[in-house]
């Protein structure tokens, strides 16, 4: 660090650069540019940067190249004639502006104008990724663009705004930017976040998810009216978090013990290739968010705990339960619940969703003790009845399964342990002869939780069981660092639900452990740190509320009860109470007070000095190399009148003029004068 040495020139270039590229990242990560395009459009920043680092570019722009007022009307006509994404066409419009602004520029202050670009792609990003990503994005882009104004600052005091490309192109070469001033500036950056930290936290938070845009979030195959056998399998191989639930009981955290099942879909109609929902809605609720809804009654609950459901950006409408929900509340205005209790928001929700559950969970092998939200006749149990065409041999193992046996109950029980000697596995190969079902139960006699669910509500329906097929996850991965469950869609899950008389919709599982969940790994330390980075990023940044400052109000309301004291005794002058009470806050605020002043007078904070001040130093160096003592408190005038030789006499008159008057006359550099300065002071 002590041989550490930029010119102004090329720490103003990177900078630059560095915004531009933060920019296009910003852009990429929003899913409007592939990762493909992103990088093309990264180097080409890189090969910019390496023109302009020659000097080669910027150039006053050609009559012949297209204006931005032409360019945004051709956007404007892709979009109304072409139907054309108009968020991808603003995104490629931008792109056009940054480059250009890079590559032609009429005055010194374009460079203000490609800042200006780079802020409104991050706002872009801001309303399209809300993960940790953007998190490390926007702090970098925070810095960098501080560094820009810094040393478009510097370079502005070399040449005037309004300069033209070849009066700035070269400026800067000879200034050298100071480790003090970038540890200064950075220092000061910091403070500056922290500051707005603290006014995030403080200001006044309102629900906006009325402004929330409808973004081309990916979907989940398998969580929809309409799924087709084998869409589970297929989400199961893939790792990625679809939520992260937090557990708490009376506000402290908390732990289920019992199986978690996450109920999402409910499919009563099976063709006997997709399973389809036609169940209607059974009851629609207008939400207020922060107030919430009052769903189910429990007469005699035994586990009530809160859940906090922080999900991932999936296109999905579903509102995942675990247990029976006594109350909800989410950023949706309106509830729906269909005849199958699965519930659901109005519409798909862009961004990451939060909501809130307050569940009974003692028991995992039921659900609800009602037949249908509303008794309909139309519906229970005919609906749940329903059987596409099986084959004898179907019906007859349905039969033979359930021979003897007098409840529906014990008929649940026969068919269930029918499956015990079945295997798992999501490679699945069907005979085009047979249906997938019956290839399933009579051959192969392996496959996932798909197949087994399905054959069991297609056994329990021919026994004359109402049932249905269910759709969700099972809770398998608990984070121990941060005491929540993270749920993934690798733990995508299908069981059956079948009703019982007197008992109500009870769960069955005929699936086998999951080999992979039951011996995976326990996660490795990097994993738990960036999950639980990317838990509170969603928790305290993105999903920051106003019941959230309330609790940090009540939390420093209790923690400094004593300090508030304290402060209102300011007013009867008790200092001593104060100094006794406050005594180690006082003396840490001085000692960091004391310690920044000793710092500051020690390392100094003073801007690199224009040109016209290097060419007066040089001057100094080379009139004390000519036996001339210059005292410390000379001003220029009384340098120039200390005994110069009349042979020097212009030469050192000329550069303090041009000093004088571009330091303290606010006078424009000149490239040429200076060159003929330099040539005067080599004559010194």
Not at 192 to 216: E, K
Not at 516 to 525: G, K, L, S
Not at 624 to 637: F, H, L, Q, S, V
Request: charged share 20%.
């Amino acid at each position: 660090m002590s041989n550490f040495s930029l010119n102004l020139r090329t720490g103003f270039l990177i900078s630059n650069y560095l915004l531009a590229g933060l920019a296009l990242t910003c852009l990429t990560l929003s899913k409007i540019f592939s990762v493909l395009t992103g990088g093309i459009l990264i180097a080409g920043l890189v090969y910019c940067y390496a023109l302009e680092y020659r000097s080669t570019i910027p150039v006053t722009p050609s009559k012949k190249l297209p204006s931005s007022t032409w360019v945004l009307l051709l956007v404007i006509l892709l979009y109304l004639g072409f139907g054309l994404p108009i968020l991808n066409l603003i995104s490629g419009f931008l792109v056009y502006l940054l480059y250009t602004r890079f590559i032609f520029k009429t005055e010194f202050n374009d460079y203000l104008f490609g800042y200006l670009i780079a802020i409104v792609c991050l706002l872009i990003g801001a309303l399209y990724v809300q993960d940790l990503a953007f998190g490390l994005v926007f702090l970098s882009f925070y810095l960098v663009l501080s560094w820009c104004l810094i040393s478009y600052h510097l370079m502005a005091e070399q040449v005037s705004s309004r300069s033209s490309p070849k009066l700035f192109i070269n400026r800067g070469k000879n200034q050298k930017l100071s480790k003090t001033l970038l540890g200064w500036s950075t220092g000061l950056v910091a403070l500056s976040f922290i500051m707005t930290a603290v006014i995030f936290i403080a200001f006044p938070r309102m629900g906006l998810g009325f402004i929330a845009l409808n973004t081309s979030s990916p979907r989940i195959t398998g969580f929809s009216d309409v799924v087709t056998l084998g869409d589970v399998g297929k989400i199961k191989q893939n790792s990625s978090v679809v939520m992260r639930v937090e557990y708490t009981q009376n506000g402290q955290p908390y732990r289920p013990r019992s199986r978690i099942l996450w109920r999402g879909v409910v499919l009563d109609h099976y063709n006997g290739k997709t399973w389809n929902s036609t169940l209607n809605n059974g009851f629609s609720l207008s939400n207020k968010p922060g107030h919430g809804l009052n769903l189910f009654k429990i007469s005699r609950p035994t586990e009530v705990v809160e859940q906090t459901v922080y999900m991932e950006s999936f296109d999905i409408p579903y509102l995942f339960t675990h247990g029976i929900p006594v109350f909800i509340d989410g950023n949706f205005t309106k509830l729906n619940m269909d005849q199958g209790f699965a519930l659901k928001t109005e519409r798909t929700q862009a961004g990451p969703r939060k909501y809130t559950l307050v569940s009974e969970i003692s028991d995992p092998n039921r659900t609800y003790n009602l037949e249908l939200p509303h008794p309909d006749n139309t519906v229970f149990p005919e609906r749940f009845l329903q059987l596409p065409e099986i084959s004898t041999a179907t019906k007859n193992l349905a039969a033979n399964l359930t021979l003897s046996t007098n409840s529906a109950r014990e008929k649940a029980f026969n068919i269930l342990n029918h499956f015990s000697d079945f295997g798992y596995t999501l490679e699945m190969e069907n005979d085009p002869d047979k249906t997938a079902l019956e290839y399933f139960l009579f051959d192969r006699k392996e496959g996932h939780c798909e197949y087994f669910a399905s054959a069991m509500v297609i056994l329990l329906r021919a026994a004359g069981v109402p049932a249905r097929l269910v759709n969700g996850f099972v809770g398998a991965e608990w984070h121990e660092w941060g005491n929540y469950l993270i749920v993934r869609q690798s733990h995508a899950h299908s069981w059956v639900e079948a009703y019982l008389p007197g008992v109500g919709w009870a769960v069955f599982d005929p699936t086998p452990p999951d080999p992979t969940q039951v011996a995976a790994p326990d996660i490795n330390p990097l994993t738990q740190t960036l999950d639980l980075l990317r838990m509170n990023w969603q928790r305290y940044i993105i999903r920051y509320s106003f019941n959230d400052q309330a609790d940090m109000i009540q939390f420093f309301r209790s923690g400094g009860l004593d300090a508030m004291d304290s402060l209102k005794n300011l007013t009867s002058f008790e200092w001593d109470d104060i100094w006794i009470s406050n005594q180690k806050w006082i003396l840490l605020i001085l000692l960091l007070m004391v310690g920044c002043i000793i710092l500051f007078r020690k390392r100094g904070f003073s801007p690199p000095s224009s040109q016209a001040v290097f060419l007066y130093e040089e001057l100094q160096k080379r009139l004390e190399k000519n036996g001339i003592k210059i005292k410390p408190n000379w001003t220029a005038r009384e340098l120039l009148h200390s005994g110069i030789p009349d042979q020097k006499f212009k030469q050192v008159e000329r550069v303090i003029d041009y000093y004088e008057k571009v330091r303290f006359g606010n006078k424009p550099t000149d490239v040429n004068i200076e060159k003929e300065i330099r040539t005067a002071l080599g004559s010194i």
